[in-house]
C-alpha cells in the first residue's frame, strides 16, 4: 500500500509514496517505421478487415503507408481530413487527386451545395438532367482507374462499398468520421408538414411531425429540457400512436414517390431538410428497445433548437481491407469501434526532450476565460516569458483568438501538419477539455447497437507516470467517468489531444526542443521530466518569486550543500530574500 503525504484538498493535487513507473516498451523512431510498414503490408494483402496504425506525429505514418501501398498493385482509396495533406500523399501513393464539388468544377455549384447540407441527393435531383454533365470537370475526375486521394466525406460514397478499390485508407479520425449530425430546425419540420398536407396518405405523418413541433417550441420556451431516448419516446406516445404510425409508414413506402413528385416540381432552393425517411427509419428502431423496458442509446436528440438526427457510419461492414491511420485513438475506441478482431500497432516512443509541467490545476476553457482568481494572466506571464520567435503556444480556440496573435494555434486543428516542425519550443496554455454534456450525446449514438452508455462519474485521483528524484509521485484530482467507452473518448479529446499538440514541433527527432504543459491533466504515453507548481515555474523563469517559493529553495540548497539548515539561517535568509 502507498503512504500519503497529506496534502489539502482544494489544491487538487497531492504526492505519494511507494510509486512504481508504468512499465512500457519503448522503441526507436527506426523500429516504429518499420513496424508502419509490416501492419500496413499485412493488412493490404487481407481480404477483409480493419487495422488501425497508431505512432505520435513526425513518426511518418501517412507517408510510409502510402510508400509501402505504392510498392503493391493495389487500388487504393485514400482519405484525408483536409485538401493541404493532398500533394504529400499524392506524391508518395502514386495517386489522383479527387476534389469535392466548387465552383472551378462544377457549374451548378451554388445550388447543388444548398442541397447537399440539406441532405438532399445531388445526384437525382440535380446531376441526371443537368444540361453541362458531359463537360462537367467534377464528374470526369471519377474516370480515372489509378488509386486516388479524396476527402474523408468519401467515407459516404458508392466507392466503399462496390469494391471499386482493393484497399480503403482513412488517415486522421475523430468521433465526427463516424458520427455525422443532422440539425433540423422548426421551419424545416413545418416546411416538410406543408410538403405533406394535400397528401392524403400522410395524416400519421403530419400527426408524428406536428407533436416534435410542440415539443421543440416547448423546449424552446424552456417548459422542457433535451429530450433523448426514453425520455422522447414518452412524450411522443403520451400525444400520438407513435407504434401505429412507423409501422404503416415503414411497411408502406406510397407516400415516399408522392412526397419525390412534390419535390422535383419544388424550387430547389426552397426545400427543407432532408430527414423524413432517416426519422422513421430511427423511430422505428428506438420504439422496439423502448418496448423492453431499459435505457438504450439513442440516435435522437430533441432541444430548443431543433432536433438532431445521428448518422453513425459503421465500418465493420466493408468487404475491402481498411487501414485507419491516427496517433490518439486508444485500443478501447478500436475495439468498440471496429470490433474486437480489429489489428492495433500503437508502439510507445520516448522523446528526451524536456518537457516541464504544473500540478496546480487543468486549466480548462472556463477558468482561462474568465479568470476570476487571477491565474490567466499569470500564465500569459509566463508564455510572454518563454516567447523568442522560436517558440509556439497552443490552447482552446477562444484563447488562442483572444490573447495570441501569432505563433500559435488551438487544440482539434491542423492534424497532420509540419508547420510547427521549425520551432524550439511548445508552451500549452490550460487543458484541451472537451465538453461532457455535448460529447455524451456522440458517444450514445455511436454505440447505439451496444449497452447504455452511463455519464456517472466521480473525482478520483490519478497518477501521473513520473518519479521525484527522492521515489515519491504526484497525483491530480480528476473528474473520471465510470463507463469506461466514454471516458475513452474524453482521454482521446483530452490528454491524447494534448500530446498531438506537443509533437507537432517534432520532439522526438530533436531532444533540445522543450515542452512546457501548464495544465495538470496526465499525459498519455510522455513523462514529464519534472512537475512543479506554478508558483516554482514562475521562480524559475524569474518572474516572481513568493516567499514560500524562496524559504523552499533556501532550505533545498543549505541540504545539497551542507546536509542540514539552523532555524537561525533560515531567519536570517528569510529576512534577505522574503518581503
Not at 394535400?198 to 417550441?217: H, M, P
Not at 498519455?524 to 506554478?534: D, E, G, K, N, Y
Request: proline fraction near 3%; charged fraction near 25%; glycine fraction near 6%.
Amino acid at each position: 500500500s502507498k503512504d500519503e503525504i497529506l496534502i489539502p484538498k482544494k489544491t487538487g493535487w497531492r504526492r505519494v509514496l511507494n510509486v512504481d513507473l508504468l512499465e512500457e516498451e519503448v522503441q526507436s523512431i527506426e523500429q516504429v517505421r518499420q513496424g508502419i510498414r509490416d501492419i500496413v503490408t499485412t493488412a493490404s494483402s487481407m481480404n477483409s478487415g480493419i487495422s488501425v496504425v497508431g505512432s505520435p506525429p513526425g513518426s511518418g505514418k501517412s507517408t510510409i503507408s502510402a510508400d509501402t501501398l505504392r510498392q503493391t498493385d493495389l487500388r487504393v482509396l485514400y482519405l484525408v481530413q483536409r485538401h493541404d495533406l493532398f500533394d504529400d500523399i499524392i506524391q508518395h501513393l502514386g495517386a489522383t487527386p479527387i476534389y469535392g464539388r466548387s465552383n472551378k468544377n462544377c457549374p451548378e455549384f451554388e445550388r447543388i451545395h444548398k442541397l447537399g447540407e440539406k441532405g438532399w441527393s445531388i445526384a437525382q435531383i440535380v446531376c441526371g438532367t443537368c444540361p453541362s454533365r458531359q463537360k462537367c470537370d467534377y464528374n470526369r475526375q471519377f474516370n480515372k482507374k489509378s488509386s486516388w486521394v479524396a476527402p474523408v466525406q468519401y467515407l459516404d460514397s458508392k466507392h466503399i462499398w462496390d469494391k471499386s478499390f482493393d484497399v480503403l485508407v482513412v488517415d486522421e479520425v475523430s468521433l465526427q468520421t463516424f458520427v455525422r449530425k443532422q440539425d433540423i430546425n422548426l421551419e424545416d419540420i413545418h416546411y416538410t408538414i406543408h410538403l405533406l398536407s394535400d397528401l392524403s396518405e400522410t395524416n400519421g405523418l403530419i400527426s408524428l411531425l406536428s407533436s416534435l413541433s410542440r415539443l421543440v417550441a416547448g423546449s424552446r420556451e424552456g417548459h422542457l429540457e433535451c429530450l433523448s431516448g426514453r425520455d422522447l419516446l414518452d412524450s411522443l406516445h403520451q400525444e400520438i400512436n407513435l407504434s401505429e404510425i412507423l409501422e404503416e409508414y415503414n411497411n408502406n413506402k406510397l407516400w415516399k414517390g408522392h412526397l419525390e413528385e412534390k419535390i422535383h416540381q419544388a424550387k430547389t432552393e426552397s426545400l427543407p431538410a432532408n430527414f423524413l425517411e432517416k426519422l422513421l427509419e430511427i423511430l422505428a428502431f428506438e420504439d422496439l428497445l423502448y418496448h423492453h423496458g431499459s435505457p438504450f442509446n439513442s440516435r435522437l436528440l430533441l432541444r430548443g433548437k431543433g432536433l438532431t438526427l445521428y448518422h453513425v457510419r459503421d465500418l465493420r461492414n466493408i468487404s475491402i481491407p481498411a487501414i485507419v491511420i491516427d496517433g490518439t485513438i486508444n485500443e478501447v475506441i478500436a475495439q468498440n469501434v471496429f470490433g474486437n478482431e480489429v489489428l492495433i500497432y500503437n508502439p510507445t516512443m520516448k522523446t528526451e526532450a524536456e518537457l516541464i509541467q504544473v500540478v496546480d490545476a487543468g486549466y480548462g476553457k472556463g477558468s482561462l476565460m474568465t479568470d476570476r482568481s487571477g491565474t490567466r494572466d499569470r500564465l500569459l506571464q509566463i508564455v510572454d516569458k518563454l516567447s523568442d520567435g522560436k517558440t509556439v503556444s497552443c490552447s482552446v480556440k477562444p484563447f488562442v483568438k483572444r490573447f495570441f496573435k501569432e505563433d500559435s494555434f488551438y487544440y482539434w486543428a491542423q492534424r497532420g501538419t509540419n508547420e510547427y516542425s521549425g520551432y524550439d519550443r511548445v508552451v500549452l496554455v490550460g487543458g484541451a477539455n472537451p465538453n461532457p454534456q455535448e460529447l455524451i450525446w456522440d458517444v450514445r449514438a455511436l454505440y447505439y447497437l451496444d449497452d447504455y452508455v452511463s455519464d456517472a462519474g466521480g473525482y478520483s485521483w490519478v497518477r501521473h507516470n513520473y518519479m521525484e528524484p527522492r521515489g515519491g509521485g504526484i497525483e491530480v484530482r480528476r473528474y473520471v467517468y465510470e463507463d469506461e467507452r466514454f471516458q475513452s473518448w474524453i482521454d482521446s479529446l483530452s490528454s491524447a489531444e494534448m500530446v498531438q499538440a506537443i509533437h507537432r514541433i517534432r520532439p522526438m527527432l530533436d531532444s533540445n526542443k522543450q515542452i512546457y504543459v501548464l495544465s495538470n491533466i496526465p499525459l498519455i504515453q510522455l513523462q514529464p521530466t519534472r512537475l512543479l507548481q506554478l508558483e516554482e515555474l514562475e521562480a524559475e523563469l524569474g518572474i516572481n518569486e513568493s516567499n514560500k517559493v524562496a524559504i523552499r529553495n533556501t532550505v533545498v540548497e543549505a541540504v545539497q550543500l551542507r546536509g542540514r539548515i539552523t532555524r537561525i539561517e533560515l531567519l536570517e535568509s528569510c529576512r534577505e530574500k522574503c518581503s
